[in-house]
């Protein structure tokens, strides 16, 4: 077991997945890759003219190849929030390393490190990923070490993230942002300080408050707004950062009422 506290300060306890599973759960993906690899070159093959040049064949193979390498695991923990098929059927989920769900940026790299060094190109067939993950206490391979993630068993949904609200009058700064320079675990610490703000004495609300907005406002090379308490710079940052990362939530649309006439 692992002890992940999300960046909403949610405290969860998680198994590690460990090779055997996490190979029986990857032998799973590689049969549907072989099936889906099939079905592609079939179709292609059906599509194709007669007599087109050798050079369009080798880069079609090669587009397959990678579609299906890569492609597969990135859009199946993209759209499955960290699982495949494979891992889907053996209770898994890919997680990020404080528990919380991974988006596409996590799946792509762990999908390139996967086919180039992990498993395919580089990895001997799966004997770089197994290697690693022996030797790492949450059974990491390569992939999960570049992405920041860990495999664990999963059988509930994972906790949704609390949303952050930003004073209207700090959206048009933190719009401007270029938040790439914010990095994750400072992330974390801003989000844990604004979900326990009301637990925390006011010497300890403005002494956290000033040291992390001075830290984030250096990691963005930013000027720190005048005027405006450390709670609501901290919350119009981290409001913009879900804005942008977070997937919008949808709404039901409802026709408008059709005027009815009297008489």
């Known amino acids: 077991m692992a002890e992940f506290t999300t960046g909403e300060a949610v405290a969860l306890e998680l198994p590690i997945a460990r090779v055997p599973t996490r190979a029986t759960a990857f032998l799973i993906d590689v049969l549907v890759q072989c099936m889906l690899g099939f079905v592609l070159f079939a179709i292609v093959w059906i599509l194709l003219p007669s007599g087109v040049d050798s050079a369009w064949l080798d880069a079609i193979v090669l587009v397959t190849v990678v579609a299906v390498l890569v492609g597969y695991p990135v859009t199946c923990e993209t759209l499955w929030r960290g699982r495949t098929l494979g891992k889907l059927m053996l209770g898994l989920r890919v997680v990020r390393q404080d528990g919380g769900p991974i988006d596409f940026r996590h799946a792509l790299t762990r999908g390139l490190a996967g086919a180039i060094v992990d498993f395919w190109m580089l990895g001997g067939l799966g004997a770089i990923a197994v290697l690693t993950s022996m030797c790492s206490p949450h059974a990491r391979r390569i992939g999960d070490v570049l ?117």
């Open 147 to 263: 992405a920041g993630t860990v495999v664990v068993h999963a059988q509930r949904p994972l906790p949704l993230p609390a949303l952050v609200i930003a004073p209207p009058w700090l959206t048009g700064w933190s719009a401007q942002l270029d938040l790439s320079g914010l990095p994750e675990d400072l992330a974390l610490a801003v989000r844990q300080y604004l979900t326990r703000f009301r637990t925390l004495t006011p010497a300890a609300q403005h002494h956290l408050g000033t040291v992390l907005v001075a830290e984030v406002c250096g990691r963005l090379r930013v000027a720190l707004p005048v005027g405006y308490p450390p709670l609501q710079i901290l919350g119009a940052v981290i409001a913009e950062r879900q804005r942008r990362v977070l997937p919008r939530p949808t709404f039901p649309v409802f026709p408008p009422p059709v005027p009815v006439r009297a008489g």
